[in-house]
């Protein structure tokens, strides 16, 4: 959504600098492709720098910067700091997630995310891509001046029906072009719940044994030993591709007869927003805006249920070709109508407009 965000914005009325904490990140590339600068602080997963805060002190002095909008825990506290050091007019904060079972995290994430609710009414306002992420974020504490609910956006010219991705995807991995394919793009992460994707999908093959199933993302691949460990075990393998961190998510979301979520914690999932986008219908776990999100154009269970989640891709396999196609239809039209990325810009634009306003007021 950040990389959405700043190929869209108007470069007219604004000018963009993205600051990551850590080095590298698969988009950085795409970003700095647009024109915009894109530095880092050099700080290491885990582990606390104070140099991040002199760099990134340095930074917003040099960008002379009005606003300073965080992405995700660790970036809304160390930019509260560093923005109230700095006297950054504009602070706010992006919340991308739900219910997050914390124990699954380190203990400095642990940390930052008990600090974060007592300091939330200092920025100017907390963003959140997801109704359910702000109930879930009130009743950890957090108390801000504003809550300002902005849902993802999906640019349904990139991601649309195609039946030459369907195709070449099909024949990458070896499968036949009436195979069924179910697939999940998630990074691997304990918020994602592939264990119960994998208990799911054991209980489906034994009604429908020739299912084929692809995983994609970061971490999701042939060297995470403990996924291919599990796939083992499970009897799954030969079911089963790790693609890994595609390039090319809009062509293997094309290539899928159904797209699930299995995670036990949501935000609003970008990847089923991208599946509904290319007409093709979702499964997904009730958690976050998921449900929300997906309503009658597919399926919505209790997470952590392997067997409802089996029950429910049955009950769309048997819907037939047909039955898939008109809630694959559904599900775009849905995108398309409430969940278009030019309406979620013009909001982000909108916000920023109005923000700077009130605070050039309230400083005059």
């Not at 995290?105 to 609710?117: E, H, I, K, N």
């Not at 609003?268 to 499964?283: K, L, R, S, Y």
């Not at 958690?287 to 429910?312: E, M, N």
Request: hydrophobic content about 45%.
């Amino acid at each position: 959504m950040l990389l959405n965000l700043m190929t869209h914005m108007d470069r007219k009325r604004f000018q963009n600098t993205v600051v990551s904490l850590a080095e590298g990140g698969a988009l950085r590339k795409d970003i700095a492709g647009l024109g915009i600068s894109v530095s880092d602080l050099g700080m290491r997963l885990g582990v606390p720098n104070p140099m991040g805060i002199w760099r990134l002190c340095r930074i917003l002095r040099k960008e002379r910067a009005m606003a300073l909008q965080t992405w995700l825990y660790h970036a809304d506290l160390l930019g509260l700091v560093v923005g109230k050091l700095t006297r950054i007019p504009l602070i706010c904060w992006n919340i991308r997630c739900s219910d997050m079972d914390m124990q699954y995290y380190s203990r400095l994430s642990r940390l930052v995310t008990g600090v974060l609710p007592g300091v939330s009414s200092l920025p100017y306002a907390v963003l959140v891509n997801s109704m359910a992420g702000m109930r879930a974020h009130e009743r950890l504490g957090y108390r801000p001046q504003r809550w300002i609910l902005i849902p993802n956006g999906f640019d349904v010219e990139v991601f649309h029906p195609d039946s030459v991705a369907r195709t070449a995807l099909r024949q990458e991995l070896g499968l036949r072009e009436d195979d069924l394919l179910i697939g999940l793009v998630s990074r691997f992460d304990p918020m994602k719940d592939h264990k119960t994707f994998l208990q799911a999908s054991k209980l489906l093959l034994k009604n429908y044994p020739s299912v084929q199933f692809v995983m994609a993302g970061s971490g999701i691949d042939p060297q995470n030993q403990s996924l291919v460990a599990c796939l083992g075990e499970l009897g799954l393998s030969r079911n089963f591709v790790l693609l890994g961190e595609r390039r090319d998510i809009h062509k293997v979301m094309a290539a899928l007869d159904i797209a699930t979520s299995s995670s036990a914690s949501e935000g609003f999932p970008n990847t089923i927003g991208e599946a509904m986008a290319c007409a093709v219908p979702c499964v997904v776990t009730d958690v976050g805006d998921s449900g929300w999100l997906v309503r009658d154009t597919g399926k919505v269970v209790a997470p952590k249920d392997p067997k409802a989640l089996a029950d429910a891709w049955q009950q769309v396999i048997e819907l037939g070709e047909a039955g898939r196609r008109k809630l694959g239809l559904e599900a775009r039209r849905r995108i398309e109508k409430e969940f278009s990325l030019s309406d979620s810009v013009g909001r982000y634009e909108r916000f920023y407009e109005k923000a700077a306003a009130d605070v050039r007021v309230r400083r005059f």
